[in-house]
């Protein structure tokens, strides 16, 4: 599917809610961004062991909780009073890892616009876990969505992106809540980019600015493809990627790369 509509999102995501200044993956995340005048955030949504979505990048708790082993050996009750702050700096002690619908909840009290990475903690996981977190993120948003709003014409500005590198967890997004846009996370642009979006139904390339040449920038926007790069904490590259015709992107150094205020 190609499109050619402008992007309609803002342009600068906090990267994980609040990129490197705060946990990562938490509401304290969330408002540090907030703070420093983002109004868009990317974050990833694994799997509890009860089925519930949780905000959370790696697929054990060691690196940023007080917490040990695997996230999907937790229910999202017992995740919920993990220390996902603490790791950050003692003025973060007892953030909580929330689940997504409370994530959800705020960023819409806040009016922050939300890309949300599906993260499956594993192979066996990408399904259920494409699926759920769609099927909540619809539920979530359901006063606005429109049955086509993962067609780039028809899309509704205030809902969320979901985006994966498993292909197999958006084919179930797309099953499970069909008016949710999708993006197509990659390092590198493999060279049959645009068959694996037509195959998705995805509006959106999400790639790492690091692998990415102005040339292949310019032939996914003129395919009319939304182009959004990962993680870009260098304020003079973000002008490059810009220039390059790139829709927008995500940043750690919420510190150093500002949304116009
Ligand atoms: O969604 C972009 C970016 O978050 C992908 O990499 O590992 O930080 O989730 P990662
Ligand atoms: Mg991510």
């Known amino acids: 599917m190609s499109h050619f509509v402008p992007w309609p999102y803002p ?12 946990p990562e993956n938490t509401i304290a995340g969330i408002e540090a961004g907030r703070r420093y005048g983002f109004r868009a955030i990317e974050c990833d949504a694994m799997l509890a062991a009860d089925g519930v979505p949780v905000l959370m990048h790696d697929s054990t708790l060691d690196r940023t909780t007080d917490g040990r082993g695997p996230v999907a050996a937790r229910t999202s009750a017992e995740l919920a009073r993990v220390d996902a702050g603490r ?3 003692p003025e973060f002690a007892g953030t909580a890892v ?7 909840r705020h960023c819409r009290r806040h009016g922050i616009w939300m890309n949300i990475e ?8 990408e399904q259920d876990t494409g699926a759920t977190v769609a099927r909540v993120a619809a539920d979530a948003y359901a006063d606005c969505l429109r049955a086509e709003g993962d067609r780039a ?8 992106l979901l985006s994966s590198f498993s292909e197999r967890a958006l084919a179930a997004a797309r099953a499970a809540a069909p008016g949710l846009p999708r993006g197509l996370l990659v390092e590198a642009i493999p060279s049959d980019w645009q068959e694996r979006l037509q195959a998705l139904g995805a509006v959106a390339l999400h790639c790492d600015h ?5 040339a292949e920038a310019r032939r996914v926007k003129s395919a009319g493809y939304w182009l959004f790069c990962y993680t870009v904490n260098d304020p003079q590259r973000v002008r490059d ?3 390059w015709g790139v829709d927008a992107l995500c940043t750690d150094r919420i510190d150093l790369v500002r949304p116009e205020p």
């Open 153 to 160: 014409q028809s899309v509704v500005v205030a809902a969320p």
């Open 241 to 243: 990627l810009f220039a």
């Open 87 to 89: 790791w950050r700096g």
């Open 98 to 104: 929330p689940t997504l619908a409370e994530a959800i």
């Open 11 to 22: 342009r600068l995501l906090a990267h994980r809610g609040g990129g490197t200044l705060a």
């Open 210 to 214: 690091r692998r990415l040449t102005e």
């Open 118 to 125: 599906i993260k499956p903690s594993g192979a066996e996981a």
